[in-house]
């Protein structure tokens, strides 16, 4: 009867960590700007966007990442003011420790000066996306 109960309280468990994912994946949340590290063209490897840039940290294996990075590429490709900078977590450990990056994919979005404002874990919205890129660079999206 023990084994029963372990089964229960085991799923129980998953099924309440699943729920809490579902609830905080892909959200974006506002980044504390003054305590906020700012990134450059040289230390990412590519230029900044004239209004926002999105940072996106990737895996190889990771399969929301790739999800992701369509969306953030679609997002980006209608405005050149906006661009959309995929790191590898791997090979860019520096940041990866700098940033507290503990999951991907991870966006950061930086405003024009390259502060970050915004973090975004977990499969990115579209919805919540655009209303973060809407809140940074003063400006409706596409």
Same mark, same amino acid.
């Given at each position: 009867?023990?084994?029963?109960? =372990?089964?229960? !309280?085991?799923? +129980?468990? !998953?099924?309440?960590? %699943?729920?809490?994912?579902?609830?905080?994946? %892909?959200?974006?949340?506002?980044?504390?700007? *003054?305590? !906020?590290?700012?990134?450059? +063209?040289?230390?990412?490897? *590519?230029?900044? %966007? *004239?209004? +926002?840039?999105?940072?996106?940290?990737?895996?190889?294996?990771?399969?929301?990442?790739?999800?992701?990075?369509?969306?953030?590429?679609?997002?980006?490709?209608?405005?050149?003011?906006? +661009?959309?900078?995929?790191?590898?977590?791997?090979?860019?450990?520096?940041?990866?420790?700098?940033? %507290? =990056?503990?999951?991907?994919?991870?966006?950061?979005?930086?405003?024009?000066?390259?502060?970050?404002?915004?973090? =975004?874990?977990?499969?990115?919205?579209?919805?919540?996306?655009?209303?973060?890129?809407?809140?940074? *660079?003063?400006?409706?999206?596409?």
């Amino acid at each position: 009867m023990t084994g029963v109960w =372990i089964v229960v !309280a085991a799923v +129980a468990l !998953a099924l309440a960590f %699943g729920g809490y994912r579902r609830l905080t994946d %892909g959200r974006v949340r506002a980044v504390a700007t *003054s305590s !906020a590290p700012r990134l450059d +063209a040289s230390r990412l490897g *590519s230029e900044l %966007g *004239s209004d +926002a840039t999105f940072v996106q940290f990737s895996s190889a294996v990771c399969a929301p990442c790739r999800a992701t990075h369509r969306l953030l590429a679609e997002v980006t490709g209608t405005d050149p003011k906006v +661009a959309h900078v995929d790191l590898d977590a791997e090979t860019h450990l520096d940041l990866v420790e700098e940033f %507290g =990056i503990t999951r991907t994919p991870t966006v950061l979005l930086l405003d024009a000066d390259g502060v970050v404002q915004r973090r =975004i874990v977990g499969a990115a919205r579209r919805a919540d996306v655009l209303t973060a890129l809407e809140a940074v *660079s003063g400006r409706a999206a596409a």
